[in-house]
């Protein structure tokens, strides 16, 4: 299917469900921009993650590659704060937080939304996660991604009732984030299911409920 394609299927055909929902009343070309941040952030296909810091004794911070900072700061384009040692007014402590969304890019809405028809959807569920929670960097060497990817990948899964969907590649992306396949091989089809990873001391994990992930009539993944 091409681009081409996917901007003209026949959306007056479907069967409309769930009419409240812009996405199944509107045409794809009739959303505004508004709405299709709405979809790419807050809805069945785009949510955010719940981000732990797992910092150990002492609440010690990350840096960017995701090893301990004892100095209190972040290298990198992650979040500061101004000191790990305890603040006089506890009240005051600043925090260290990261905010990431887990985002299904291989369901035709998102696409629809991204203008964007990315490779290996055929076989593949592809979640992207993005914000300012950067997992794996296009731009390191050679060595440092592969060790970073073969960390992902111990610990990325799609978790659901019935058992685990395993990882089976990782793709950094400059600008978006990164990108996560998952085999189709490993049908979903109702229930809820967990998107979950892990770099480090930093974990993610966000829910999917499949029930709510139809568009026009048909589960989308």
Sequence with gaps: MTRRDLMMLPFAAMPLLAAGEFW????????????????LTRSPWAKEGAVSVFGGSGGGLLNRSGAMNSEGGM???????????PSAQPSEEPELRYKAIVRWDSALPIRLALKSLPAGIEDNYLIALVGD???????????????????????????????????????PVKGVGTLFYFP??????????????????????????????????????
Aim: charged letters at 40%; glycine letters at 8%; hydrophobic letters at 30%.
């Design 24 to 39: 199944n009343v509107k045409k794809p070309e009739d959303w505004t921009p508004e709405e299709i941040k709405e979809l």
């Design 75 to 85: 290298t990198g384009t992650g979040r500061t704060r101004t000191s790990s040692k």
């Design 133 to 171: 929670l950067a997992l794996a960097d296009p731009d390191e060497n050679e060595g440092e991604r592969e060790s970073r990817v073969d960390m992902l990948k111990q610990y990325t899964k799609l978790d659901r009732k019935g058992g685990a969907i395993p990882l089976v590649k990782i793709e």
């Design 184 to 221: 189709r091989s490993e049908p979903l089809k109702d229930g809820q299911v967990m998107f979950v990873t892990k770099m480090g001391p930093v974990e993610v994990k966000c829910k999917f409920n499949l029930k709510e992930m139809m568009f026009r009539g048909k589960l989308e993944l």
